[in-house]
């Protein structure tokens, strides 16, 4: 069985630094590409990028690059999200996500996903 | 703000059928593929349909997808009180070179 489990809440203020993960489980991890998705209270879905965890090479949505950093560790099979520098706005659930489908990324979906990270910038 | 259009909400009684439309561009869903997804308050999205019109293991044959030209459509048939949820649409955008979401639809059931 496929399983993503990611860490759990965060509290922290505005200006931190910040790193959650999401680690996989059941499947061939360095196979897949694991992407993260944001969604602020009471809003939708926003994709924030993908990273392939055989290479480390990472495609950010336009609407995230520079402000979050994507990595892996292959050895315990664990994806990491970073902000170097929170801000309030970055309150919202973050989730991360297996995706399969096509190398050229014209279908391509997210089949299983971790529980969520909430996190919390406030002052 | 997304770059794929849902309606916010659709609604309907028990039994009847509700279609959600996905609307974007030729250089999203003109070009790729569609997937959809249901999300129950407080918890994390669930895959229903891929490729336009796939169904993975599990999810009932209630849940079609089909995708015309640049929209997208999901159609829930025999409507149950536990199909209340938020459902969105995804796919590729080429000219972005990132995936994007739909601005998502609430259904309800009267």
């Known amino acids: 069985e496929v399983q993503l489990v990611q860490s759990g809440a965060e509290l922290r203020e505005p200006g931190e630094s910040l790193t959650i993960s999401c680690k996989g489980a059941g499947y061939s991890f360095t196979s897949y590409w694991i992407g993260w998705a944001r969604q602020m209270p009471e809003n939708g879905l926003e994709w924030m990028g993908i990273i392939y965890p055989g290479d480390s090479d990472v495609l950010y949505s336009p609407s995230f690059q520079g402000q979050v950093s994507m990595s892996v560790d292959k050895s315990t099979n664990t994806a990491y999200l970073q902000w170097s520098t929170l801000k309030a706005s970055d309150t919202a659930m973050y989730y991360c996500?297996?995706?399969?489908?096509?190398?050229?990324?014209?279908?391509?979906?997210?089949?299983?996903w971790g529980q969520g990270t909430l996190v919390t910038v406030s002052s | 703000q997304s770059v794929l259009t849902q309606p916010p909400s659709v609604s309907a009684a028990p039994g009847q059928k509700v279609t959600i439309s996905c609307s974007g561009t030729s250089s999203n869903i003109g070009s790729n593929y569609v997937s959809w997804y249901q999300q129950f308050p407080g918890t994390a999205p669930k895959l229903l349909i891929y490729?336009?019109?796939k169904r993975p293991s599990g999810i009932p044959d209630r849940f079609s997808g089909s995708k015309s030209g640049t929209s997208g459509t999901l159609g829930i048939t025999g409507l149950q009180t536990g199909d209340e949820a938020d459902y969105y649409c995804?796919?590729?955008?080429?000219?972005?070179?990132?995936?994007?979401f739909g601005t998502g639809t609430k259904v309800t059931v009267l």
């Open positions: 995804e796919t590729w955008d080429s000219s972005l070179s990132t995936g994007v």
């Open positions: 996500a297996r995706r399969l489908g096509r190398a050229n990324h014209h279908s391509n979906w997210f089949d299983s």
């Open positions: 490729d336009n019109n």
